[in-house]
């Protein structure tokens, strides 16, 4: 068993099962499946967000690795990669409860609890009027300038999050927003890998997903092009010739996730 408490669950869970307290935890819920649930719940005043995992079966995990998906077995991968996270410096939430018990994968009961980051918005929000209505176009470069940072920064460290989109990365608006002031978090890391080093079929994943969920917000090429040099750390003129496979790959992947997501609805 693997049990971490913070306040104020260490003093409110004192002597008690925190596996059973846990799922007394009441509030608004965000997600419900067979194995996963997701809430918002206060404590003494102060939101925290609820991801409890109750295992997701045999029969589950296999359909899962014959589709090619790997499971998500448990609020250990979450906790591992905030841990890293933040050891490497990038914002991101902040986890005051981990459980985990159970040496049975398809049957493993583990939670994580992580403290509201609020008030903010996402930049998928914040992006919506951005081809009607252009940002300032010194936001627009701080935003672009610290999202290529963290998630070079994510990868350098070994995470790579598989579900890398704008709306998975939050501005703080607790105070005005301002190009030469920005707070940015990235959140929702419930399936995120750690490793020592992200391979890079992964990396790639990730990038693809956020250039995909980024096509409709009126990036210019320019914009793209100040993206990879803050992503890569490297001269521009090296990115475009050494990472030239990558760049058509991404340009074909996305084209087909934006293709389904017409025909099919929000992939998101």
Request: charged share 35%; proline share 0%; aromatic share 16%.
């Given at each position: 068993m693997k049990l971490e408490l913070h306040e104020p669950f260490k003093s409110l869970w004192a002597g008690k099962d925190p596996f059973a307290e846990v799922e007394r935890l009441q509030g608004k819920v965000y997600r419900e499946l067979e194995g996963r649930r997701t809430l918002r719940t206060e404590v003494q005043g102060r939101g925290y967000f609820v991801k409890i995992h109750r295992g997701i079966g045999w029969g589950e995990i296999v359909k899962?690795?014959?589709s090619a998906k790997l499971p998500v077995l448990g609020a250990g991968q979450e906790q591992r990669a905030l841990e890293r996270l933040h050891q490497a410096g990038v914002a991101t939430m902040t986890s005051v409860a981990y459980g985990e018990r159970g040496g049975n994968p398809a049957a493993q009961h583990s939670f994580i609890i992580t403290e509201e980051l609020a008030p903010t918005t996402d930049l998928e929000v914040l992006s919506?009027?951005?081809?009607?209505t252009p940002p300032e176009p010194r936001l627009k470069r701080a935003l672009i300038a610290e999202v290529a940072k963290m998630v070079g920064t994510m990868h350098r460290a070994g995470v790579n999050h598989r579900d890398c989109y704008i709306c998975h990365f939050l501005l703080h608006t607790d105070r005005p927003i301002s190009a030469d002031d920005l707070c940015l978090s990235v959140i929702d890391l419930h399936r995120a890998q750690t490793r020592t080093a992200t391979p890079r079929r992964w990396r790639d994943k990730d990038l693809a997903a956020l250039y995909f969920s980024a096509l409709d917000i009126g990036l210019t090429r320019r914009d793209k092009l100040r993206f990879l040099c803050g992503y890569f750390q490297r001269p521009l003129r090296d990115i475009l010739r050494e990472e030239a496979a990558l760049l058509a790959w991404?340009?074909?992947?996305a084209a087909k996730l934006y293709d389904r997501k017409q025909r099919y609805g929000d992939l998101l």
């Open positions: 899962n690795l014959f919506l009027d951005w081809l009607q991404m340009e074909r992947k």
